[in-house]
């Protein structure tokens, strides 16, 4: 089933980058966090409440705490970087921590993948990094643009490697999910303070009735989020944390293929390969 979950948390991450990365052109980043997250919170509280969660707590909800206060700075990130530069190319940068930290993560928790997940995890990475293709031809990434996105890719990896250890059955990944998305509205709400005090927008040009004519997508990119962390850490428990981290990250090939589709951006031949080698990292990882 790893790889089932872990292919799905690739979906939804992706959907949600690419709904997230629209929102940001005629919003300010940090209000797509906030709305985005409380409307999150709204869901998750009440799927707790219905379920009893809070039998769940204990010390491990630390690390979703933990998880809580790095993911808005990450998302920030991420959300800036795809606003300045074009999905195809800020999306697979972004993955790579999202492989790299959980990756580093299980091989020193002692977990040896075989000869056949080892190769399906060089080809994974490989396509993804060709995915992004920033040097080969083209204009290159603004200097801020790479800095934003490297900031977002290890936030993004710690994350992953937190919310894995925050929860160890279904009914406290709720709960855990949870206090997560709390302490994501936390931080959000004190950085969105903090900005409009320095004099930036809290609200798009059209006030709130552009935040209320997007509450639909808010609520879709929030509730992706949720849902990809939640089939996230079903994965990393249920099986390798080095095949869920590697299949996981490769929702930046749903990203480009979504803005290939809606915005008409072109990926280049090399990007184009990267896809391609991604896919076939997949099967390998799944059939070993």
């Known amino acids: 089933m790893t790889p089932v979950f872990a292919l799905a948390t690739s979906l939804m991450w992706g959907l949600a980058d690419f709904g997230g990365g629209l929102l940001t052109r005629r919003m300010p980043a940090l209000t797509v966090v906030l709305v985005s997250q409380?409307?999150?919170?709204?869901?998750?509280?009440?799927?707790?409440?219905?379920?009893?969660?809070?039998?769940?707590?204990?010390?491990?909800?630390?690390?979703?705490?933990?998880?809580g206060v790095v993911?808005?700075?990450?998302?920030?990130?991420?959300?800036?970087a795809?606003?300045?530069g074009p999905m195809g190319v800020v999306s697979p940068l972004g993955a790579l921590g999202g492989v790299a930290v959980p990756l580093g993560v299980g091989l020193v928790l002692g977990e040896r993948p075989?000869?056949?997940?080892?190769a399906g995890i060089?080809?994974?990475?490989?396509?993804?990094?060709?995915?992004?293709?920033?040097?080969?031809?083209?204009?290159?990434?603004?200097r801020q643009t790479l800095v934003l996105t490297l900031v977002a890719a290890f936030g993004f990896g710690s994350v992953m490697a937190l919310i894995a250890e925050a929860s160890h059955n279904l009914t406290g990944l709720f709960l855990a999910l949870f206090v997560q998305r709390l302490c994501n509205v936390a931080v959000g709400a004190g950085a969105l303070y903090a900005s409009v005090r320095r004099g930036a927008p809290a609200l798009p040009e059209n006030g709130w009735q552009g935040i209320r004519s997007a509450l639909p997508a808010l609520a879709f990119v929030g509730l992706s989020d949720v849902a990809a962390n939640?089939?996230?850490?079903?994965?990393?428990?249920?099986?390798?944390v080095t095949v869920a981290a590697v299949l996981a990250s490769l929702y930046p090939v749903v990203t480009a293929?979504?803005?290939?589709?809606?915005?008409?951006?072109?990926?280049?031949?090399?990007?184009?390969?990267g896809a391609g080698l991604a896919l076939v990292g997949t099967v390998l990882l799944a059939t070993g």
């Open 38 to 67: 409380l409307l999150a919170v709204g869901a998750l509280g009440s799927i707790v409440v219905a379920t009893g969660g809070w039998s769940e707590a204990g010390p491990q909800l630390w690390y979703a705490v933990a998880a």
């Open 71 to 80: 993911g808005p700075a990450a998302m920030l990130a991420f959300y800036r």
């Open 82 to 84: 795809l606003a300045l």
């Open 114 to 118: 075989g000869l056949l997940q080892v």
């Open 122 to 142: 060089a080809v994974a990475v490989a396509g993804v990094v060709l995915a992004s293709g920033p040097g080969m031809g083209g204009a290159p990434v603004q």
């Open 230 to 240: 939640g089939t996230y850490s079903i994965a990393a428990n249920n099986g390798p």
């Open 257 to 273: 293929l979504a803005a290939r589709g809606f915005l008409s951006e072109r990926l280049r031949g090399v990007q184009a390969a």
